[in-house]
């Protein structure tokens, strides 16, 4: 008696073995609803075990799984299935969840380690250009002064003169009425016409450099990250000492930072896009997304 009250236990632990048949059905599902989002609006078990290569019985059993979570929805027939409005509600959550900061994230952490400086991601926001995101890098004593949610002074740091650089003259003249344009070292420009022909040069090449125009010692780049019809929505930089930035280290980083640039403009254009199909807009002010009134 001892010996056969022990067997079925030893049985019933060894039942996660399954796992591997469980993640094949959890395929065949993810197939199911994929097929189902890109073909739409419905379908009925025959087709979809035809088209997926999948018996009856199978797309049956899923089916009736996934509508009992709210993912798929039976018609009133009971003949054909859709997708269910819990994959949108879920499809809203994923696109709030993904903030510039976000998606810059992880193109920073690379940017960093890549040149081994700090680097940022800077904002316009009205009456100056905002520090959102940054990375100090341990490589260098020197630290970069603008913390995150502090204002750039806008006409002497890179990333601040990408962002200007694209901007209307209006919005520059705006800008600087309420950051005047004052020294910090003898390299600071500070007349509007050099301002303004240095604006020029960074939109011709697609890039800024700060050479110790806001702190002896300190230079950096930066580039745009643009939207549509070359709208302004970040700057990307990279900073630290100025024996860092010559040649062909200032090349290299200069490379980098354009690409990093481009690399994000092209994945918040495909947020854009996904965020548009659901009924989204962006909201300049804050660089997330909320539902559109659009009907």
């Known amino acids: 008696m001892p010996v056969t009250a022990i067997v079925p236990r030893r049985r019933a632990v060894r039942r996660p073995e399954r796992d591997p048949g469980s993640s094949k059905s959890l395929q065949k599902a993810l197939r199911i609803l994929v097929y189902m989002g890109e073909q739409g609006p419905d379908a009925g078990v025959t087709q979809l075990a035809s088209e997926l290569g999948l018996t009856k019985a199978t797309v049956h059993r899923l089916l009736n799984a996934m509508e009992r979570f709210e993912l798929i929805e039976r018609n009133a027939e009971g003949e054909r299935y859709r997708l269910g ?31 081994r400086e700090s680097v940022s991601l800077a904002v316009p926001t009205p009456g ?15 630290n970069v002064c603008t913390p995150i949610g502090a204002m750039f002074p806008p006409y002497c740091t890179a990333a601040g003169k990408a962002i200007l650089a694209y901007m209307t003259d209006e919005e520059v003249h705006e800008i600087l009425k309420k950051n005047p344009q004052r020294e910090y070292t003898q390299f600071t420009i500070t007349q509007l016409s050099d301002l303004k022909e240095n604006l020029r040069t960074i939109r011709q090449r697609g890039y800024a450099v700060d050479h110790q125009e806001l702190e002896r010692g300190l230079s950096g780049v930066a580039a745009p990250v643009l939207g549509a019809r070359e709208r302004v929505i970040a700057a990307v930089g990279i900073a630290g000492p100025t024996l860092r930035f010559r040649g062909k280290e200032l090349v290299q980083k200069v490379n980098l930072v354009t690409e990093i640039a481009a690399r994000l403009a092209k994945g918040l254009s495909k947020l854009e896009e996904s965020q548009a199909g659901l009924g989204f807009e962006r909201v300049p002010e804050t660089n997330t997304f909320k539902a559109s009134q659009k009907e």
Request: glycine share 4%.
């Open 128 to 142: 100056g250009v905002t520090c959102l995101d940054r990375l100090d890098s341990s490589h260098t004593i020197i």
């Open 85 to 115: 409005l819990k994959l949108y509600q879920l499809g809203n959550k994923a696109v709030e969840s993904r903030t510039l900061r976000t998606e810059a994230r992880p193109l920073l952490m690379e940017m960093s380690q890549r040149s």
